[in-house]
């Protein structure tokens, strides 16, 4: 079955960096648009950044310019470089895999929380 496992949450002080990675499991990994959402308390889940299977990124404004979105097809993983990082950046963070073709296909990690605090 479809697996999504997150890595590299934790708790970093304001304007540091910190590295987010998805391995994806049982997809064909390139043909998938895949991207991190986030979801802080009494907030509704948002999209932070998006890359498909071309390479082509999608970021939210409130990113824009600090967080990075990459991909690794060879090795089914996406990254997610994060610098200048703010307080309110604090959120779970969500690996998702959406298919390109049949966009139902639709798969999520687990989680992982970043806080940003000093």
């Known amino acids: 079955q479809v697996q999504l496992v997150e890595s590299g949450g934790g708790l970093v002080q304001p304007g540091g960096p910190l590295i987010l990675s998805c391995a994806a499991s049982?997809?064909?990994?390139?043909?998938?648009?895949m991207g991190w959402y986030r979801q802080a308390p009494v907030k509704q889940r948002e999209l932070v950044a998006a890359i498909t299977g071309g390479g082509s990124t999608n970021y939210a404004d409130s990113v824009k310019g600090r967080f990075t979105i990459s991909r690794d097809n060879a090795k089914n993983t996406i990254y997610l470089q994060m610098n200048s990082l703010k307080p309110e950046d604090t959120a779970v963070y969500y690996c998702n895999a959406r298919e390109l073709i049949v966009s139902s296909r639709n798969y999520w990690g687990q989680g992982t929380q970043v806080t940003v605090s000093s």
């Open positions: 049982r997809i064909i990994f390139s043909l998938y648009t």
